[in-house]
């Protein structure tokens, strides 16, 4: 359960104390003659190792601190017997544990070794001779850089290692003394450290003479941890002051709030000598990415987090979720997944947890919630849209007494809602979160800080590392291995292009942000599969999607084709002990069958399966992605999946924007491929998604409350219906990679705007007295987003003319349908839609629409394929993308046997993967 201490927050372009937040510190922080500080991080305490303090300078030696700015001296930790031990710098390699030192000695650079950060460390090696200020930086992928200063001339330079301990090639210089603040006493550049910010890498180092008032810090930037870089225009941006002398040599670190701070040392007086002290000053990174810092000299300042101040608890850690279930749909726009009460006007069971406390008292809660109803509240809003009232409320109960305040009444955007003061009786209490409408309230997480501390940053830019420090999340991922193959995205193309690769010998990890497999055929979403399989010129294809899928609509037709094949007397068996099978979509859950897809899946000896994971940012290396960092929606704990090659099967081309692969969204003019269905003018229409819903016939009349904050509709407008299939789609209009929370929330305002005219209107309210809504889907069913382009682009004429390719690969069946909005009855918007369908004969897809055309390896398959709008109303659906699935994994195969990349598949394996067609990947059955 994600339960964490946190102390002050920082808000805004420069740190700024927010009233009763936090204690004040001031400089120095070490005042004994210290110089050159490097500080890690672990296990929650905090270690400083600096030069000078072991007999001069013939060591280093190691202060511990809690909290950044109260240190404990401890031992000496490295002495190699010879003075002039200078500029520690002390990394934990995260794969072995062991920690290394990087020292300098007489002007030589060197690592020593240790099992621990309180040594000893050991040296193992030298690397440079004439050389100072070693500083030792990993990058997300792994790649390791030694920076350090050559000497004569002061320059900077780096060195790519293979290992902490083994350089890699040859060192290059980055960085040598120019500006003038540089030269004012010698020509300087020493102390390099490396931040990461937002892709880009600043070097930090000083400038000018160590031992003269003058000594400054500045910064450059680069876009690769080798370079080129690029001094800041407004370096330096830390140096002397009234009072206040040469300010320099330092390392950065984050505090639990994810401040960053600069520890750094100051000369005590202006004369030319070595005495220094250390010190602690914030820096910060303005909106256009310009870093800034200041260096301060007995002046009282906010004092870093400790992470000892209150309680933060996230909705989706709650040990029993209750009635509510875990959104990740918008994690990707506010950086966490939040629990929602879906109970369909009836009020869900309470999610309920433990939490320990450090101390009973009074504390001040917040709760990070919004009125999902507000957007449509507002002074432009129609008349047909305008919600009143709250649908979504909710209460939070400390051990079972409910707080006085009710939440999720207010604020449109999500915030923090201030709860008030309350009283916390023990260390250790019960929470709970009592649904009090059944309206899809929501909750992100609650918040206990001291009472009278304001709230947490909301803009996502600083919630999230805020959120990643207090939950202890490291700043690097968990290594979860490398493989041939990752695959992003569990639906069924997604699945197949998995279990394909992992037949054919691949070691495959299968990364989905759902605990069921399926995607739009699952028991969350329930779309039937559609589309036909086992076709020319391939008709293997589609064994596997056989495989996974479970009977229903289209496998039937297929078996009453040829009714006396095997596998056909299965399916009709089936289907006459479970009729309910031919509802395609929005049926029972059982006809998706879960259960089938995942053990099949796990019992795939090469394929590691990862559900509840999403996958929201890559590494890249050049045009290649290097590897796949996925959030657990339930811990938040990251991690990094390596990999020679990714599948993108989210549907919304999701790894492939983030790897900036080239994609398409909405509708092409007609004059950009000459298709007759195009419109004249290219816009971002999209078909829609779909939220889905029945109802039953009960023995006894239920009630449904009347919904105010739904859309309005009367006797004439509303649909009269016990069921919502695929035609009851919105969003035509707007984002669906990133607009998704609110494309759904309009979805369910329609269907219980609907049931509620059904229910209580006297018009209806006989006819519908025992019908209950049984089931509504708050998982959206996707039909399109981003489309990512390959070497070909799949055009209508391609389709209606059978253009032959090469490369045809998979079949598809299904006319070219497209989705348009119908104009509702009411003076609402779309929220159905009509089909208007062209006739295709089969076709085969082209390869070269399953891979990117400029990230070279990364493959799709599903509906985010290479097509244009019109071309994917006939590819779009189910067992066609389980189909491309199959093709990808057979691919894969060919990419690691080869050790080529998708394209080399086409340009020189083209017979071997049409072999593989032939074959298929399937169980081998009599069909």
Known sequence: MKILPLMAVVVGAAPILLAGAAPTCQNPILAGNLADPAVIRHDGVYYLYATGDVDGDNGTRVFTSTNLVDWERGPVVFRPGQPHVWAPDVWRDPASGRFYLYYTVNQTVGVAEAGGPRGPFQAVRKFFDQAIDAHLFRDDDGALYLYYVQLPGFRISVQPMASPTQPQGKPQVILQPESDWEKRAGHVTEGPWIIKHRGRYYLLYSGSGADTP??????????????????????????????????????TIQDPDGRWWHIYHQKRTARIEWSRFICIDPLWFDEGGNLYGRATRGVAQPAPATGARGVLVEGESFAHLGGWVIDQQSMDQMGSPYVLAHGLGVPVSDARTQVDFPEPGRYRLWVRTRDWAAPWKTPDTSAGMKASGTPGLFQVLIDGKAVERMFGDEGAEWHWQDGGAVEIPSRSVALALRDRTGFAGRCDALLFTADGAQPPPNDLAALTPWRRALLGIPAEPLDAGEYDLVVVGGGMAGCCAAVSAARLGCKVALIHDRPVLGGNNSSEVRVGLSGLIHQQPYPRLGDLVEELGPIGHWSLYQAQQAPDLPRSKEVLAVIQRHPEKRIHNAGPASNYEDEKKIALAWAEKNLALHLGMRANHVVMQGNRIRAVVAQDIRTGQIRKFRARLVADCTGDGVIGALAGADFAYGRESRAEYGEDSAPLQKDEMVMGTSVQWYAEEDREPSAFPECPWAVRFDEKSCVKTTRGDWDWETGFHLNHATQIEQIRDYGLRVVFGNWAVLKNHPRFRDEFARQRLKWVAYIGGKRESRRLLGDVVLRQQ?????????????????????HYPREPLCACDAFRSEARNIKISPYPIPYRCFYSRNIENLMMAGRNISVTHVALGTVRVMRTGGMMGEVVGMAASLCKKHQTVPRGVYQEHLEELKSLLRRGVGRQSNR
């Open 214 to 251: 003058d000594y400054a810090v500045g910064y450059a930037v680069a876009d690769h941890p080798l370079g080129p870089f690029k001094r800041a225009p407004h370096n330096p941006i830390i140096q002397r002051g009234e009072g206040l002398y040469g300010p320099g040599h330092g390392c």
């Open 798 to 818: 391609d389709v209606v003319e059978a253009k032959p390719f090469p490369d045809a690969s998979v079949t598809t069946t299904w006319t070219i349908d497209l």
